[in-house]
């Protein structure tokens, strides 16, 4: 059996989770006997694949293109849906959003800052509907086949799209390979983050209530903008106590 995986354009920028899923899905599928291919090439010649693996349901664009591409190669599609909540992309995600209304809060008080905030929400979440709800919904139900990581990711697919589609629960396994036993010592108190610093992850408030202890940080490159000018400044202050 051929199989062509599409992984996102921007992997050799951008790492991530779901990086790490597909190549090491593609991993185990050639140790089953599976022919693996890679591609992000929308427009790649499909014919002498027998199934296609897409990622990432949170890509909208991007994961349309290799759909098209896909049915029009008369492909059957296997649908790692990597999900997430679309309404973590809503203004109250944003470090610069919080500090405009600590603003409004200070200048006009809290009652009409809450009732601003309100407003802004709506109005985000129907601006962001038009633009991923049916898309996705589409994408969702276009899959032969949809692979959740859990049953709760399905569950919530289902209750925000009305999908009913066929599916099959892959957890993500843990690759021992990459941990060593260590003896245990006393190294005092700290908090380790391992993952790619962005806004859903609600980075900037960890570090804010795990200071005083140490930080270090590497691989500032990948993080969002102000995430970044945030770390740095909460570490100048750190340093300078």
Do not use: C
Request: glycine share 4%; aromatic share 12%; hydrophobic share 35%.
């Amino acid at each position: 059996m051929k199989a062509l995986l599409y992984v996102r354009a921007n992997n050799n920028i951008i790492k991530g989770g779901d990086l790490v899923q597909i190549y090491k899905t593609g991993d185990s599928l050639a140790k089953l006997g599976v022919d693996i291919e890679y591609s992000s090439d929308q427009n790649k010649n499909l014919e002498r694949y027998d199934i296609v693996h897409i990622f990432n349901s949170p890509r909208i664009a991007e994961t349309k293109k290799f759909f098209d591409n896909a049915k029009k190669f008369s492909k059957p599609i296997v649908f790692s849906t990597i999900y997430w909540s679309k309404e973590e992309f809503e203004f109250g995600s944003t470090l610069e959003y919080h500090r405009s209304l600590e603003l409004f809060s200070k200048i006009f008080g809290l009652n009409l800052t809450h009732v601003v905030a309100m407003f802004l929400k709506k109005l985000s979440k129907k601006t962001k509907k038009d633009n991923f709800y049916e898309v996705e919904k589409e994408l969702l139900e276009r899959a032969d086949v949809l692979l959740p990581n859990s049953q709760g990711e399905m569950n919530e697919i289902e209750r925000v799209y009305k999908v009913k589609n066929s599916y099959e629960v892959v957890r993500n396994a843990v690759d021992t390979s990459l941990f060593r036993k260590t003896p245990i010592t006393n190294r005092g108190k700290y908090v380790l983050y391992v993952g790619r610093i962005e806004s859903r992850k609600n980075i900037i408030k960890l570090i804010k209530e795990t200071v005083p202890y140490e930080i270090h940080y590497s691989t500032l490159a990948e993080s969002e903008k102000y995430i970044k000018k945030e770390l740095i400044k909460i570490r100048r202050d750190t340093d300078g106590d």
